[in-house]
């Protein structure tokens, strides 16, 4: 997987940054330009980690970029190296210094010139991304009509569909995560749950959603399904909608021919003032919670946002933001698997 290494190489050029003030100017210019194309290409990587077995282009791509973000890895170390000689006191200790100087700024060029290389590389790898990310959008769109997306879409629906006499293990999850909402600090706070699929996380969230406590504490509530392949504009149309119906007005006309950031703004002064409950369901990248953060105001009413995500990165990212909480679900113990395999089988 070339997401690992190309993450902990954008937190190691933070560090680097924090723990060398005075790096030499051609070296912190190369830097920055490559933290910031490694960050355009990270979320691509998750796609990208998915295919690369089943296409050879995408593969050669993946094994490019891991391999940059080694090599620039060890340029990073052998600038540090430079840069922390320590020769001594003395006479003798001062010419080596001064030798050593001469021959690290040598050194140092040469590590520029290397990092300017790799941004060279590192642009032409972002050209080839937005081919194959075209490629791949295509294939995404193909299993989508196949059924393959449908498939988890359905299974979601029916999660939401769920009566409460057919779960089992909810009601100390759910107490947990009431509790959250309804008390807390009087800013926005996010409360993301997070884990992979299938762990019931839409399940619990449209529990909390509905639980007649939080219908009395919310009086201005949403439920947004984000989705894989979600179109922003559909999705604040959508929030629009709930919005001025939870606030029993009509829907103003105009709405169909704003822009988005029009909608954003519409949203943000309808809940400015407001107490309210967002939840956003399935957020699979951080930029579909950036399409919409904005749009929900850090008002002073104790207002909540609840996330469910299987993307940690997304969950921890939004919680650390709004000093939320994040809630992790866990697999049902052996005794209440058997109770949910009874109800399911008689």
């Known amino acids: 997987m070339a997401e690992s290494p190309v993450n902990f190489l954008i937190k190691k050029l933070a560090t680097f940054f924090e723990n060398d003030a005075n790096m ?3 070296v ?3 830097v920055v330009c490559i933290s910031g194309e490694l960050e355009r290409m990270r979320a691509f990587l998750k796609i990208a980690d998915t295919y690369q077995e089943s296409d050879e282009e995408l593969s050669v791509w993946v094994n490019q970029v891991r391999d940059v973000a080694h090599e620039t890895e060890d340029l990073l170390a052998e600038y540090t190296l430079l840069q922390g000689n320590d020769h001594g006191t003395g006479f003798y200790a001062s010419l080596c210094r001064v030798a050593c100087c001469i021959r690290n700024v040598k050194a140092c060029y040469r590590i520029a010139a290397d990092l300017k290389s790799i941004n060279l590389r590192l642009r ?3 050209e080839d991304q937005k081919r194959l990310h075209h490629k791949f959008s295509r294939v995404e769109q193909g299993l ?7 498939t988890w879409e359905d299974r979601r629906d029916d999660a939401l569909l ?5 779960l089992v ?3 100390e999850r759910k107490k947990q995560l009431v509790g959250w909402l309804i008390k807390g600090g009087s800013g926005r706070e996010v409360v993301s749950l997070s884990g992979q699929g299938g762990m019931g996380k839409t399940t619990l969230a449209k529990q909390v959603y509905d639980d007649a406590e939080v219908k009395k504490h919310f009086k201005v509530r949403a439920w947004i399904t984000v989705s894989r392949s979600f179109q922003i504009r559909d999705l604040l149309k959508d929030m629009v909608g709930q919005l001025y119906k939870a606030i029993k007005r009509r829907v103003p006309p105009a709405v169909d021919s704003m822009t988005n950031n029009r909608l954003k703004t519409m949203i943000k002064e309808l809940l400015q003032r407001r107490k309210y409950l967002i939840v956003l369901d399935d957020v699979w990248q951080l930029h579909s919670w950036r399409a919409v953060q904005y749009a929900l105001p850090n008002n002073i009413f104790g207002s909540r946002v609840v996330l469910t995500t299987r993307n940690n990165d997304v969950a921890s990212t939004a919680v650390i933001e709004s000093e939320g909480k994040m809630y992790n679900p866990e697999p049902l113990p052996p005794s209440e698997s058997w109770d949910l395999l009874c109800k399911k089988a008689f």
Do not use: V, Y
Request: aromatic content about 4%; hydrophobic content about 25%; cysteine-free.
């Open 24 to 26: 030499m100017r051609g």
């Open 124 to 126: 032409k790898f972002r």
């Open 162 to 166: 769920l009566d409460k006499s057919d």
């Open 169 to 171: 293990g909810i009601d």
């Open 144 to 150: 989508s009509s196949a059924g393959g997306l449908n």
């Open 28 to 30: 912190r210019e190369e």
